[in-house]
């Protein structure tokens, strides 16, 4: 386990109280909380370094430049990215899909294509594919989810036999913490002749990612979900397919010239960043990659493993609490019920004891449908949540079963 | 406690529990939904309206069962405006919007959601069912979301 009470005072929030008490933040996996380190970092840029990057002839305007591209290497590092060319600075993952889709999907899917995403997609997965094939006349196919949790390999095939031009999908589940197999995915994706696009907005900020070993197409992640500020994100992409891309955004900064009525593109990652960059949120990503490298991603994942695992163990032992989820290959995620409670119950009343959580359907109402509930409560753990975290959780939870006399059947609702 | 108690109070969980008027009017004659996408509650309403008078009214919660607020909420609204007049309805929504945005409380047993006043995320749930009610009174085909009126 890491150790927290060294990581805890680095993060100014947890120090104050919420509802007079100790701030317990389980919400992760929609936001994280901000270490000292990457306000300074923002805070230092632009007391020190701000100017507008890659056009000033003065020295400020270049280490404003140094400082952005010193990100773009930070993240390519991270995430063991193809080249540096190949990061292409976003407000988060939601902008890198759409992106994807705006660009490469515009110029590749045609009428009567196919683009497959998954049951347990995040909205930011699901929609723009399915805004891009309204407007080509092309088919989405959702591949099903298996009883536990995990994608459903054999309709995965299924519908690999389409040929689909683009297969998307999330390296980890933010509704239900599966870990899905991406090498294996995206081999398969490839053999039928796909390109494939990965979610990664919580897997980065979790696990040790290897874009170059998943071997996918285009990885999408957000900064604000791993200790950067919100507006910070990347995708990162093999540089042949953004090379061979039209522009998502026009505008300043990604032409090479501008002529009367046509204009020319700056090389790659450039021609993607139309506009003055957010240089604070890419400066703040590169900090928080800093840090989060320090403690190492593998301890990472195996902190926030261990306190899921007990966190599943200690709330199944209360009568009337379905845990939803496959038991292994998973990230700290537990999205839960307790019988006939609405998750926005529960999290009313916990957040009474300080302690936050997610309720609702978590932006993958697809899913929602599947497991047959309209919401979830969901606690998520990051680099500062112990077992003193869990500890409140628990007791949170049995006292909204006191004050509810709940009943210990679950939810039921009629697809 | 205290806070969470005024929330929900025994009225509160008991119409929860057991929600008057839960049912579909097949005769209804104005009906609307409500949605909170925040949450993905989803409320629909059936009115009968007879000459100005509600003679009859329920509600379903098609896709999950609602928040305890939301169906409560529900449940005695539909307690309070039944035989009452359109205009009378529409008052008690005034009264009722006006309690929960720091006013006095409304009448009845509909005082019992003061305590959401102190919980500014869960208004939007005691409101649900009476903007839903509202659109079925003036007829409105347009489903009502929790998101597209400013003063949920």
């Known amino acids: 386990m890491l150790d927290t009470a060294r990581i805890r005072p680095d993060f100014p929030i947890l120090l104050q109280k919420e509802n007079g008490r100790r701030l317990v ?3 992760n996996a929609a936001t994280s909380q901000k270490p000292r380190k990457v306000i300074d970092a923002i805070v230092h840029y632009y007391s020190f370094h701000n100017a507008n990057v890659h056009r000033g002839a003065y020295a400020l305007a270049v280490e404003a430049t140094e400082a952005y591209e010193a990100a773009r290497t930070a993240v390519a ?13 976003t407000r988060g993952t939601t902008e890198s899909i759409n992106l994807v889709a705006a660009s490469w999907g515009r110029t590749n899917v045609k009428r009567g294509d196919t683009v497959v995403v998954t049951a347990m997609d995040h909205h930011s997965n699901i929609v723009p594919w399915q805004i891009l094939c309204q407007e ?12 536990d949790g995990r994608i459903d390999l054999s309709d995965f095939g299924r519908a690999l036999e389409a040929k689909p031009k683009i297969v998307a999908f999330p390296y980890v589940s933010n509704s239900l913490g599966t870990v899905n197999p991406a090498a294996q995915l995206s081999k398969l ?10 979610d990664g907005a919580q897997s980065s900020p979790h696990l040790r990612v290897d874009v170059q070993t998943i071997d996918c197409d285009f990885y999408a992640l957000s900064g604000h979900k791993m200790l950067a500020p919100m507006g910070s994100g990347a995708l990162v992409a093999k540089p042949a397919l953004l090379d061979a891309m039209p ?8 032409i090479e010239r501008v002529w009367d009525d046509r204009s020319t593109w700056n090389k790659i990652p450039h021609k993607f960043e139309g506009g003055t960059p957010n240089v604070e ?5 590169g900090a928080a990659i800093a840090y989060l490298e320090q403690l190492g991603m593998e301890k990472i994942a195996a902190h926030e493993q261990e306190l899921a695992r007990l966190t599943i163990e200690r709330l199944s032992q209360i009568e009337g609490v379905t845990v939803y989820g496959p038991r292994d290959h998973r990230a700290g995620v537990v999205p839960f019920t307790y019988g006939d409670i609405h998750p926005h119950d529960l999290a009313t009343i916990l957040d009474r004891d300080g302690v936050c959580i997610r309720a609702g359907h978590h932006c993958t109402q697809p899913l929602m449908r599947r497991l047959g509930v309209a919401a979830t409560a969901r606690a998520s753990f990051y680099i500062y949540n112990d077992v003193d975290d869990i500890d409140a959780l628990v007791i949170a939870v049995r006292k909204a079963g006191d004050l509810f006399g709940v009943s210990p059947s679950p939810i039921s609702i009629p697809q | 406690m205290s806070d969470l108690g005024e929330l929900y109070q025994q009225v509160i969980l008991d119409h929860n529990r057991n929600p008057r008027n839960f049912k579909r009017i097949e005769s209804a004659n104005r009906k609307a939904e409500g949605n909170n996408p925040l949450c993905g509650d989803r409320i629909q309403l059936y009115v009968l309206l007879e000459g100005d008078t509600i003679t009859d009214i329920g509600f379903q919660m098609p896709q999950g069962s609602g928040c305890a607020i939301s169906k409560a909420s529900a449940s005695l ?51 649900l069912a009476w903007h839903a009610l509202h659109a079925a009174l003036q007829n409105s085909a347009e489903p009502v979301t929790t998101e597209s009126a400013r003063d949920f």
């Not at chain 1, 994706?189 to 990965?198: D, N, R, S």
């Not at chain 2, 309070?80 to 005034?94: P, R």
């Not at chain 2, 959601?113 to 749930?125: H, L, N």
Request: proline share 3%.
């Open chain 1, 25 to 27: 933040y389980l919400d």
């Open chain 1, 77 to 89: 590092r991270f995430v063991n990215a193809w080249a540096r060319e190949g990061v292409v600075f």
């Open chain 1, 136 to 147: 080509k006349g092309a088919t989405i196919r959702m591949v099903e989810i298996t009883e």
């Open chain 1, 189 to 198: 994706a490839h053999a039928a002749g796909a390109v494939t696009v990965v």
């Open chain 1, 247 to 254: 522009p998502y955004h026009g505008g300043g900064e990604m």
């Open chain 1, 281 to 285: 949120a890419a400066v703040g990503l």
């Open chain 2, 77 to 127: 609204m539909t307690d309070a405006v039944k035989g009452k007049t359109a205009a009378d309805a529409e008052t008690m929504f005034q009264l009722f919007r006006d309690m929960l945005s720091g006013g006095t409380n409304a009448p009845g047993k509909l005082a019992v959601f003061s305590g959401v006043r102190a919980f500014p995320s869960r208004i939007k749930c005691a409101n």
